[in-house]
């Protein structure tokens, strides 16, 4: 979980941790429902609906609120002061917000001022945060806040569970239930924000690289970025977005037309077709060739550099011959390669219900997970491996970074999100 590169700064305002807006504001579309999957792709190039106020952007971002200032028969301006009491008192209720008439506050307190409830938190040794929420439905999912010395990067997910199950990733492992819904999506970097302003920091980057393929949510997703580059909401600059991805075309090419100043990350962790069947299975693998000529398309539209993300797996696609097909894959075109050593899997997975820790029973299924065939062969690679798998793509002019993964030790780091309650509390 990684993002570019922001400012830094000071808490924003009324003590939410917020960056500014510095690129064009995006276009949005009305929100769904989360649900079940139903398609392989996203459908391309949907009806564009432009959101241009606020009373839609609240419809958009909190439905429950909106419908409810309808039956009050609410003028346009009590939706403005709704929206903006969201974004500017994070975590203050609406029995507290007294620009609203008493029998508004009423009303709208009870569907409360957040989409999701804080379960737990834990805090890295390097300062990485990470978050257990629970949606009303109590299904758990999990956010990060990671510091660096010159910026704050929130990592959000965007499904519980995930369907696409690469084989080295612990939120793969839990299985899909369903997509997040944009209030949901919002009220993660909310939460992540209150807390940075808190500690002193703002949040400048937001990266879609927590649970889920956000590809595959898409429509939530360009959502929810409407509502985090709103100069009246969190006020982010569409740059300091990213959103990484499997590799969906369909969604690769829909993005780029709607969101064309979002960063894309291009999780590829193999460069033949051969080695990455053993990582993605096949229900929503594509071909390389497919997936890569979709993302040349998308540097075509958007002029935006593509982040390549890549996992190494000791014995996997770690491999000098392996650097060399990936050099090939890549050379000549405008791309960061970041390299991050896989982060092995250290609790159990599957739990997504937000019943109370069962200290036996996660033992037990820690140990039936361990047992996988697939976790007990992944290991991480050397850091001469590491080293030399950069040096080869350096060589061969393609820029190259190696990632070091924050938050690794508290399951907070790249493929490690399980939403699983005992990894906060590890001496139960």
Same mark, same amino acid.
Request: proline share 7%.
């Given at each position: 979980?990684?993002?570019?590169?922001?400012?830094?700064?000071?808490?924003?305002?009324?003590?939410?941790?917020?960056?500014?807006?510095?690129?064009?504001?995006?276009?949005?579309?009305?929100?769904?429902?989360?649900?079940?999957?139903?398609?392989?792709?996203?459908?391309?190039?949907?009806?564009?609906?432009?959101?241009?106020?606020?009373?839609?952007?609240?419809?958009?971002?909190?439905?429950?609120?909106?419908?409810?200032?309808?039956?009050?028969?609410?003028?346009?301006?009590?939706?403005?002061?709704?929206?903006?009491?969201?974004?500017?008192?994070?975590?203050?209720?609406?029995?507290?917000?007294?620009?609203?008439?008493?029998?508004?506050?009423?009303?709208?307190?009870?569907?409360?001022?957040?989409?999701?409830?804080?379960?737990?938190?834990?805090?890295?040794?390097?300062?990485?945060?990470?978050?257990?929420?629970?949606?009303?439905?109590?299904?758990?999912?999990?956010?990060?806040?990671?510091?660096?010395?010159?910026?704050?990067?929130?990592?959000?997910?965007?499904?519980?569970?995930?369907?696409?199950?690469?084989?080295?990733?612990?939120?793969?492992?839990?299985?899909?239930?369903?997509?997040?819904?944009?209030?949901?999506?919002? %009220?993660?970097?909310?939460? !992540?924000?209150? @807390? *940075? =302003?808190? +500690?002193?920091? $703002? #949040?400048?980057? &937001?990266?879609?690289?927590?649970?889920?393929?956000?590809?595959?949510?898409?429509?939530?997703?360009?959502?929810?970025?409407?509502?985090?580059?709103?100069?009246?909401?969190?006020?982010?600059?569409?740059?300091?977005?990213?959103?990484?991805?499997?590799?969906?075309?369909?969604?690769?090419?829909?993005?780029?037309?709607?969101?064309?100043?979002?960063?894309?990350?291009?999780?590829?962790?193999?460069?033949?077709?051969?080695?990455?069947?053993?990582?993605?299975?096949?229900?929503?693998?594509?071909?390389?060739?497919?997936?890569?000529?979709?993302?040349?398309?998308?540097?075509?539209?958007?002029?935006?550099?593509?982040?390549?993300?890549?996992?190494?797996?000791?014995?996997?696609? %770690?491999?000098?011959?392996? !650097?060399?097909? @990936? *050099? =090939?894959? +890549?050379?000549? $075109? #405008?791309?960061? &390669?970041?390299?991050?050593?896989?982060?092995?899997?250290?609790?159990?997975?599957?739990?997504?219900?937000?019943?109370?820790?069962?200290?036996?029973?996660?033992?037990?299924?820690?140990?039936?997970?361990?047992?996988?065939?697939?976790?007990?062969?992944?290991?991480?690679?050397?850091?001469?491996?590491?080293?030399?798998?950069?040096?080869?793509?350096?060589?061969?002019?393609?820029?190259?970074?190696?990632?070091?993964?924050?938050?690794?030790?508290?399951?907070?780091?790249?493929?490690?999100?399980?939403?699983?309650?005992?990894?906060?509390?590890?001496?139960?």
């Amino acid at each position: 979980m990684r993002g570019p590169a922001g400012s830094s700064g000071h808490p924003g305002r009324d003590g939410l941790g917020l960056g500014t807006r510095g690129a064009s504001r995006g276009r949005a579309r009305p929100s769904p429902q989360g649900g079940p999957l139903l398609r392989k792709d996203p459908v391309v190039g949907a009806a564009i609906s432009p959101l241009s106020d606020l009373q839609s952007l609240l419809t958009v971002y909190r439905p429950d609120l909106a419908t409810e200032l309808t039956a009050l028969d609410a003028p346009a301006y009590r939706y403005q002061q709704v929206y903006e009491h969201l974004f500017l008192r994070p975590g203050e209720p609406f029995a507290q917000a007294t620009a609203l008439p008493i029998p508004t506050r009423i009303a709208l307190d009870s569907y409360g001022e957040s989409t999701l409830s804080s379960d737990a938190s834990r805090t890295a040794t390097d300062g990485t945060t990470k978050l257990l929420l629970s949606g009303s439905d109590g299904l758990r999912l999990e956010t990060v806040l990671m510091p660096y010395r010159d910026r704050s990067t929130v990592c959000v997910s965007s499904q519980v569970g995930c369907p696409v199950g690469c084989a080295f990733c612990a939120t793969g492992a839990m299985g899909f239930r369903r997509n997040l819904v944009v209030g949901e999506i919002v %009220d993660q970097v909310r939460m !992540a924000a209150s @807390l *940075a =302003g808190r +500690l002193g920091r $703002r #949040v400048s980057n &937001v990266v879609f690289m927590g649970m889920g393929e956000p590809l595959l949510s898409l429509q939530a997703v360009l959502d929810s970025i409407r509502i985090l580059t709103d100069p009246h909401g969190l006020n982010l600059a569409h740059r300091s977005i990213s959103i990484s991805t499997i590799g969906i075309p369909g969604g690769i090419l829909r993005l780029a037309r709607a969101e064309p100043q979002v960063n894309l990350a291009l999780s590829l962790h193999a460069a033949d077709d051969r080695t990455r069947a053993r990582l993605v299975p096949p229900r929503f693998r594509h071909p390389l060739a497919e997936i890569l000529d979709a993302a040349w398309e998308h540097f075509a539209i958007t002029r935006r550099k593509l982040l390549v993300e890549y996992v190494l797996i000791k014995g996997v696609n %770690d491999s000098h011959e392996d !650097a060399h097909r @990936l *050099a =090939g894959l +890549l050379r000549g $075109r #405008v791309v960061t &390669v970041n390299l991050l050593a896989w982060n092995p899997i250290l609790r159990s997975t599957g739990t997504l219900s937000s019943s109370e820790p069962d200290p036996a029973k996660d033992r037990r299924a820690n140990a039936r997970d361990l047992n996988r065939p697939i976790l007990r062969t992944l290991a991480a690679p050397s850091r001469a491996s590491v080293a030399g798998f950069r040096d080869t793509l350096s060589a061969a002019g393609v820029k190259t970074v190696i990632r070091h993964s924050k938050g690794s030790r508290i399951g907070a780091a790249c493929g490690q999100l399980a939403a699983q309650h005992d990894s906060y509390f590890p001496y139960l």
